[in-house]
T-cell receptor
Framework: SAVISQKPSRDICQRGTSLTIQCQVDSQVTMMFWYRQQPGQSLTLIATANQGSEATYESGFVIDKFPISRPNLTFSTLTVSNLSPEDSSIYLC????????????FGPGTRLTVT | AQKITQTQPGMFVQEKEAVTLDCTYDTSDQSYGLFWYKQPSSGEMIFLIYQGSYDEQNATEGRYSLNFQKARKSANLVISASQLGDSAMYFCAMREWLSGTYKYIFGTGTRLKVLA
């Protein structure tokens, strides 16, 4: 398994500002993902964070709005830029360890409220 | 078109009874994975069980089993001997290889309420 921490756990931000969310894993992992879960909804994949190269974004998500960094195999950040109330969601980091199974482990999430 | 379909937005089950949560999927890949996750009211996503498309036997993990019917493209979760702590949202998900990388697609979820 993998232990994942996210910072911050929650934040309230003003419209037009940005929030950077950190995801730290306790071991090296092959795959890291960022998801958004809007209130009462399912999870939507934003992007796959690739180590040493640009993230791979899903349809409807762009780098200018959701820049992602992954400097090494245990850490990634997601920035949500130019915030609007529609960005109010839970943002989750997840990892796939790549060892023996395809289990995907999730961080505790970051609850963002935009006012 | 939905790739993962969970047709039961909400389910009730009596404590100690078994319950089946439905999931159907759509893919043209031969190699894919199916998952179930539990999300309690606290918001964390908890991995429950995994079934690979080439696995011939249904996956089991404790009280959880996955009823995998490949020809019907269904991957139903069976929870035996339900407990009050099983009350949560349950998501079915599929992992497939698309555009040079793995993608995970989640269903809309089923909210399970276990009654005492």
């Amino acid at each position: 398994s993998a232990v994942i921490s996210q910072k911050p756990s929650r934040d309230i931000c003003q419209r037009g500002t940005s929030l950077t969310i950190q995801c730290q894993v306790d071991s090296q992992v092959t795959m890291m993902f960022w998801y958004r879960q809007q209130p009462g909804q399912s999870l939507t994949l934003i992007a796959t964070a690739n180590q040493g190269s640009e993230a791979t974004y899903e349809s409807g998500f762009v780098i200018d709005k959701f820049p992602i960094s992954r400097p090494n195999l245990t850490f990634s950040t997601l920035t949500v830029s130019n915030l609007s109330p529609e960005d109010s969601s839970i943002y989750l980091c997840s990892v796939e360890t790549g060892r023996d199974s395809y289990e995907q482990y999730f961080g505790p999430g970051t609850r963002l409220t935009v006012t | 078109a939905q790739k993962i379909t969970q047709t039961q937005p909400g389910m009730f089950v009596q404590e100690k009874e078994a319950v089946t949560l439905d999931c159907t999927y759509d893919t043209s890949d031969q190699s894919y994975g199916l998952f179930w996750y539990k999300q309690p009211s606290s918001g964390e996503m908890i991995f429950l069980i995994y079934q690979g498309s080439y696995d011939e036997q249904n996956a089991t993990e404790g009280r959880y089993s996955l009823n995998f019917q490949k020809a019907r493209k269904s991957a139903n979760l069976v929870i035996s001997a339900s407990q009050l702590g099983d009350s949560a949202m349950y998501f079915c998900a599929m992992r497939e290889w698309l555009s040079g990388t793995y993608k995970y697609i989640f269903g809309t979820g089923t909210r399970l309420k276990v009654l005492a």
